[in-house]
């Protein structure tokens, strides 16, 4: 369990004096919401940058009912959080407070991801290594294709981290990288947890969403999906359901790609064939306004 050092002088200090007027507080509310704050902040800011966030985040995330600009102006002024020439939050002093524990999460993602890559074979659901196939003396694990677009620019034997960086362009934190490889601990597949990075990112509608990430893996392995196979089968089968449904349903990258090539074509063919249906242009049939 993640903790963070709270000091007896918290409750006299300047700073959480000055929080709990500009906020017209008492002392005891300013400290709650200031620990919900950073309790928070272990999990979702973990090296303390806050450019990220709104402040309604913030203010939701200390528990804050108020107004959220009043709340963070109000950190700001009071010390707790620097707001830099550029604009963007951080937490002060947070590296003094969290460092540690940010320093042991990083070492144990990193344990786990070498012990990971050690493991040079793979089961499948019926328990056999995957196909492989052999040059001379390179040995390449060849990934089995799926029939709705996804995995399908994953390199050979690529992590879960490294695949977050391909789909959304940036690495997960510690904390995420540990959330996810608790469920290859219990026998996940790690090409589940990146088939669920690539559905969520062609299915959400409101940019990066871990939680979304989260979600979809704890309903596979809910399922006992854990190997890719099972994986492909709950969403072909989730997917038809909702086609029965009447709902929309989601289309690959490829798919969505391969829709907005027709259309261009269809629209191209019918302005070329509406330029043949134009009789030609004949300058003494032009008028002219004014002559």
């Not at 402040?55 to 528990?63: G, L």
């Not at 969505?256 to 259309?263: A, F, G, P, R």
């Amino acid at each position: 369990m993640a903790w963070i050092e709270s000091h007896q002088g918290l409750a006299k200090h300047p700073k959480t004096l000055k929080l709990a007027r500009k906020l017209n507080i008492s002392i005891a509310q300013a400290i709650g919401h200031l620990h919900l704050f950073w309790w928070w902040a272990m999990e979702y800011a973990q090296d303390g940058d806050l450019s990220h966030c709104d402040p309604e985040d913030i203010a939701i995330a200390a528990d804050w009912p108020g107004d959220a600009g009043l709340f963070v102006d109000s950190l700001v002024d009071s010390g707790f959080v620097d707001r830099g020439d550029d604009g963007n939050l951080s937490i002060h002093d947070w590296y003094e407070y969290a460092g540690k524990l940010i320093e042991r999460r990083i070492a144990d993602a990193e344990r786990k991801r070498k012990e990971r890559k050690k493991k040079d074979v793979h089961k499948t659901s019926a328990g056999h290594p995957q196909d492989v196939e052999r040059t001379s003396d390179v040995t390449l694990t060849v990934p089995k294709p799926s029939n709705d677009g996804l995995m399908d620019n994953a390199p050979a034997r690529e992590t879960f981290e490294q695949a977050h960086k391909r789909v959304f362009g940036f690495h997960c934190n510690p904390m995420q990288s540990q959330q996810l490889s608790s469920y290859i601990e219990d026998g996940m597949d790690e090409a589940v947890i990146i088939r669920a990075f690539e559905r969520a990112s062609d299915t959400g509608k409101t940019g990066y969403n871990f939680k979304f990430i989260r979600a979809i893996v704890e309903n596979y392995f809910k399922n006992g999906v854990r190997t890719l196979e099972q994986a492909i089968k709950l969403d072909d089968a989730h997917d038809a359901a909702r086609q029965n449904r009447g709902d929309p349903v989601r289309k690959s990258r490829q798919q969505q790609q391969l829709d907005e090539l027709d259309k261009f074509i269809a629209e191209e063919e019918m302005r070329r064939g509406q330029s043949r249906d134009r009789p030609p242009f004949q300058e003494d049939q032009a008028v002219f306004p004014g002559v």
